[in-house]
């Protein structure tokens, strides 16, 4: 049984950086994404940034490349979301996710991801 949990959110300024932790238990598939999605209140779902499992590629949206970094640690099978220049528009809850089965990963489409964790919050103010 694969399980997701994450952790690390919070509330900062805007300007402040949060780091996001997801442990995968259970999760033994050699290709497919790992990603991480986010969603504000009264919004669509939207992904935040997925690696490609085998190839080890790291695809990001436009609207925090630059900013967020995702990287993923093979031997302890986590992945995490170094989140930097945080802006009030990156307030939601976030999600990692990841799919059961190979996926283009830079299209990072939530409707690919099989499994997904509970979120954690992250707040950013003005």
């Known amino acids: 049984q694969v399980q997701l949990l994450e952790s690390g959110g919070g509330s900062v300024q805007a300007g402040g950086s949060l780091r996001l932790s997801c442990a995968a238990s259970g999760y033994t598939y050699k290709y497919g994404c790992m990603g991480w999605f986010r969603q504000a209140p009264g919004k669509e779902r939207e992904g935040v940034a997925s690696?490609?499992?085998?190839?080890?590629?790291?695809f990001y949206a436009g609207s925090v490349k630059g900013r967020f970094t995702m990287s993923r640690n093979n031997a302890e099978n986590t992945v995490s979301l170094q989140m930097n220049s945080l802006k009030p528009d990156d307030t939601a809850m976030y999600y990692c996710?990841?799919?059961?089965?190979?996926?283009?990963?830079?299209?990072?489409?939530?409707?690919?991801?099989?499994?997904w964790g509970q979120g954690t919050q992250v707040t950013v103010s003005s």
């Open positions: 996710a990841a799919t059961s089965s190979p996926r283009n990963c830079g299209q990072l489409r939530h409707f690919d991801y099989n499994y």
């Open positions: 690696i490609d499992i085998f190839v080890g590629s790291i």
